[in-house]
Nanobody, 123 residues
């Protein structure tokens, strides 16, 4: 059974930090990533990681502020979000695929998704 369980969302003031967690089970996922979607906006890729080699990628809007990491012992992927801005407010989704996703920001290429966790940043 494939399962992605997210946690860590909440409300913070601008400049604050949050750490999102995604616990994966059921399969070994070669590609994992975080997407977000705000009301009235398109779903966008935020950060991604190839779990076997640790290579990461980030959207330009979050580069330098967000960090994606993994803990293989617990099959968990994290998204450390620092210097949060109101523009970061969105529902954040964990995505995973057992294949090597070449275009990591294309949501259609990911097979499995978490339930989403809300992040709200106030000014």
């Amino acid at each position: 059974q494939v399962q992605l369980v997210e946690s860590g969302g909440g409300s913070v003031q601008a400049g604050g930090s949050l750490r999102l967690s995604c616990v994966a089970s059921g399969y070994t996922y070669r590609t994992m990533g975080w997407f977000r979607q705000a009301p009235g906006k398109e779903r966008e890729g935020v950060a991604h990681i190839y779990t076997r080699n640790g290579f990461t990628s980030y959207a330009p809007s979050v580069k330098g502020r967000f960090t994606i990491s993994q803990d293989n012992a617990t099959s968990t992927v994290y998204l450390q979000m620092n210097s949060l801005e109101p523009e970061d407010t969105a529902t954040y989704y964990c995505a995973a695929d057992r294949s090597v996703v070449w275009s990591v920001f294309r949501a259609q290429l990911y097979e499995h998704w978490g339930q989403g966790t809300q992040v709200t940043v106030s000014s």
